[in-house]
């Protein structure tokens, strides 16, 4: 943990702009939605419906499924952002894989509380999004620094060991990243789908 906090203290910048990116992609997500024409919303509308409905008469869940579907998504998350990290014109990618994740939480958030209003879909939010997401949302944002940072490295001094001492801590802490997104996955299947199945029932 403290190396974490190191990393966060020492690149505060970086961080700071990458959230920018992310809260950008959030605000494109419900700007999204608000700018949908009625009939667009609605086929969204009975989507997200069906889809309640439907895990309403879902006796089980198949957790297994779930958790190897969500660490699937984490792995190549990270490779994705890993990879374009250490390429100096793969960083505009990484940014833009930044703003595509916060869009698809604002897009997210604006459908559930188009749908359900805004008790119940904050609610809703609560028990599906927030809790991984506290950890999954740093840990992307501390990827895509780490890319970053490997970037400055090779622009700032092009020397053949530089270069390998930077993609030695890049890989490193990426790997890092990766076992905290895998947390979150197990925080989203056994917690958050849990705590959702729970509760459906008054949604």
Known sequence: MEFLKRHVVQNYREYIIMMLFFVAGIFLGV????????????????????FIQDLKAVQTVNQGEVLTASIY????LTIGIWFFGTTI???????GLVIYRGFCLGYTIAVSISYMGFTKGFLFMLMTLVLQNIIFIPALIGLAVSGFKFYQSIVKDRRKENIKISFVRHTIFSSIML?????????????STNLLKGFIKYF
């Open 31 to 50: 700007f999204f939605i608000n700018r949908m024409d009625n009939t667009q919303k609605t086929e969204i509308q009975q989507y997200l419906g069906e």
């Open 73 to 76: 998504d984490k792995l190549w």
């Open 89 to 95: 014109i793969g960083i505009p990618i990484v940014l």
């Open 179 to 191: 076992g905290v997104m895998i947390v979150s996955s197990l925080i989203e299947v056994f917690v």
